[in-house]
T-cell receptor, first 114, second 117 residues
């Protein structure tokens, strides 16, 4: 099983809603990531979790709240988002975060904030 | 400040010919480079990588060349096939003191490759 599964694939929410994006991997990877990709732009790192602990927060606004309940799951809780937060949110995992190596990406969750 | 640049937004190639995708970087701390391929409605998939201690890495039809002095890398696809049509992202990471990269990849803007039958 070499998949990273993200749900939902599409999400439309209002600025006052609270929603969550979910990510799951069963490859035994100990590092998981959230990246954000705007249209015609490269993916940009948001958060890194290593061994279920947050190791990097790239100055992401607090309206995005990550959570890693266990080594296979990664959530991104969304609250009071702005229309400019509309983007493709990509989850990824890797064997560990300490050395460079390929990241395995999910298909992404396309978020639209109205 | 874009540290990884892919200056060609698109490239069109005939099937069977060579595709050459280019990438430039500015951060001299980058020491590991990767190429990802992305189809529409899918996440990026890893293609090939190269460490800064090498200048070439080959995997089947895909070869990556690294010129550290020029801070330039390129991906060669030979022969190109219609199924190679996708967006190709160059990415780079840096290992900090203690050996960790923190898993952070910096991506280029991507190049749309179209291979015509």
């Amino acid at each position: 099983d070499t998949e990273v599964t993200q749900t939902p694939k599409h999400l439309v929410m209002g600025m006052t809603n609270k929603k969550s994006l979910k990510c799951e991997q069963h490859m035994g990877h100990r590092a998981m990531y959230w990246y954000k990709q705007k249209a015609k732009k490269p993916p940009e790192l948001m958060f890194v979790y290593s061994y279920e602990k947050l190791s990097i927060n790239e100055s992401v606004p607090s309206r995005f709240s990550p959570e890693c309940p266990n080594s296979s799951l990664l959530n991104l809780h969304l609250h009071a988002l702005q229309p400019e937060d509309s983007a493709l949110y990509l989850c990824a995992s890797s064997r560990r975060e300490t050395v460079a190596g390929e990241l395995f990406f999910g298909e992404g969750s396309r978020l639209t904030v109205l | 400040d874009q540290q990884v640049k892919q200056n060609s937004p698109s490239l069109s190639v005939q099937e069977g010919r060579i595709s050459i995708l280019n990438c430039d970087y500015t951060n001299s701390m980058f020491d590991y480079f990767l190429w990802y391929k992305k189809y529409p409605a899918e996440g990026p998939t890893f293609l090939i990588s190269i460490s800064s201690i090498k200048d070439k890495n080959e995997d089947g039809r895909f070869t990556v060349f690294l010129n550290k002095s020029a801070k330039h890398l390129s991906l060669h696809i030979v022969p190109s096939q219609p199924g190679d049509s996708a967006v190709y992202f160059c990415a780079a990471s840096a290992h900090h003191a203690g050996g960790t990269s923190y898993g952070k990849l910096t991506f280029g803007q991507g190049t749309i490759l179209t291979v015509h039958p």
